[in-house]
């Protein structure tokens, strides 16, 4: 009869290693813990999870998401100026020729300002509130002086093409 050998495990070595983690080694005592994390907190079968649990949020007053809600406005004001540098450039880039590219930049630098300016309540409808209506009411008006200046330079572009009379 012929001997037969032991037959080696033929997974790797890193799946073992998944299996068989290494034993945990203790931190020196002189590095401390990093925010937001406590070494009492690693979670182990025998560790309680709900003792590392930092106690529930409580909801934000009115005033304050109110004030959230405000601030959120203002950013969706304010993104059509965000956009303008990089639409400056594009105008910029695409020449002052008629060319499909030069009239589609043109037909954008029009078009997404125009459906802005027509979207302008309901891209604020969900921050709108009755304690908040004279605050968001401003925050509109930024919106549509940053729409019109979007429209401005549209209005740029087609008069240095030549088009404008």
Known sequence: MT?????????????????NPPPHKSKPASIPDPPGYSSQAV??????????RPPPREPPSPEQ???????????VALAPAKNLPMTLIMMYMSGNSLQIFSIM??????????M??????????RFETDS????????KAAYVLMQVLA???????????????
């Open 65 to 75: 998401m109110d004030q959230l809600k405000l601030k959120k406005a203002w950013e």
């Open 132 to 139: 908040n209506r004279g605050s968001i009411l401003q925050v």
């Open 43 to 52: 979670s182990g079968p025998s560790k309680k999870k709900d003792a590392s």
């Open 151 to 165: 429209l401005a330079v549209g209005v740029w572009k087609i008069n240095s093409m030549g088009l404008l009379p």
């Open 105 to 114: 930049m043109v037909f954008m630098a029009f078009k997404n300002p125009i």
């Open 116 to 125: 802005g300016l027509l979207s302008t309540n309901q891209a604020f409808e």
């Open 3 to 19: 001997d037969l050998k032991p037959v080696a495990d033929p997974s790797p070595r890193w799946v073992t290693d998944l299996t």
